[in-house]
């Protein structure tokens, strides 16, 4: 079975960058995975920050950004502001299927 | 802006089918190339894909779920649907419908209780 694993925990200070990680068992993740990010504050539906690696929607905050990093897809964000702090989940590609990570709870402090 | 709006029972018992549509306001649901997901979350777990419709029909489902899932899409209607038979206690979740513009439902909740 795939498994898809995040950082379960991050803090980031005000102001400060701090970096997500999403890394796959089966092997290195490329751009063919597809990597989306999403944001989910509590009690709301996630959102979706970056779509095939580094893509972002027009409701993107410019402080998101999306790359492979080391094998991993990654998720940099850059001028952390209160309002970040929330749960991100990547997803990953798998020929015909998804796979979500655990989820990374982001604490900006 | 396209929104998605998910509707359905809120209360299903074990082993019967769980039923549930999405609404797709704001544009055509067969407009561009996208395809169509649904994606669960049991209170305080992570996101779990269920799987995925594009508007020829053609689906791919989650693994772990696949012997149990139908998705369906009405073109008609601007809907597409889901249906997860022979539920249990594990398939207490929210669920959201979301398309690949990563346009998201607010939600459904869904119980499995008798």
């Known amino acids: 079975q795939t498994v898809v694993t995040q950082e379960p925990s991050l803090t980031v200070s005000p102001g400060g960058t701090v970096t997500l990680t999403c890394a796959s068992s089966?092997?290195?993740?490329?751009?063919?995975?597809?990597p989306n990010w999403f944001q989910q504050k509590p009690g709301q539906a996630p959102t979706t920050l970056i779509f095939?690696?580094?893509f972002k929607h027009s409701w993107t905050p410019a402080r998101f950004s999306g790359s492979l990093l080391g094998g991993k897809a990654a998720l940099t964000l850059s001028g952390g502001q209160p309002e970040d702090e929330a749960d991100y989940y990547c997803?990953?590609?798998?020929?015909?299927?998804?796979?979500f990570g655990g989820g990374t709870k982001l604490t900006v402090l | 802006q396209v929104e998605l709006q998910e509707s359905g029972p809120g209360l299903v018992k074990p082993s019967q089918t769980l039923s549930l549509t999405c609404s797709v306001s704001?544009?055509?649901?067969?407009?561009?190339?996208?395809?169509w997901s649904w994606i669960r979350q049991p209170a305080g777990k992570g996101l779990e894909w269920i799987g995925r419709?594009?508007?020829?029909?053609?689906?791919n489902y989650n693994p772990s779920l696949q012997s149990r899932v139908t998705m369906s899409i009405d073109t008609s209607k601007n809907q597409f649907s889901l249906k997860l038979s022979s539920v249990t206690a594990a398939d207490t979740a929210m669920y959201y419908c979301?398309?690949?513009?990563?346009?998201w439902g607010q939600g459904t909740m869904v119980t499995v209780s008798s």
């Open positions: 979301v398309n690949s513009g990563g346009v």
């Open positions: 704001g544009g055509s649901i067969r407009s561009g190339n996208y395809y």
């Open positions: 419709i594009y508007t020829s029909g053609s689906t």
């Open positions: 089966t092997g290195p993740v490329t751009s063919d995975y597809y």
């Open positions: 095939s690696t580094k």
């Open positions: 997803l990953l590609f798998y020929g015909g299927a998804w796979v």
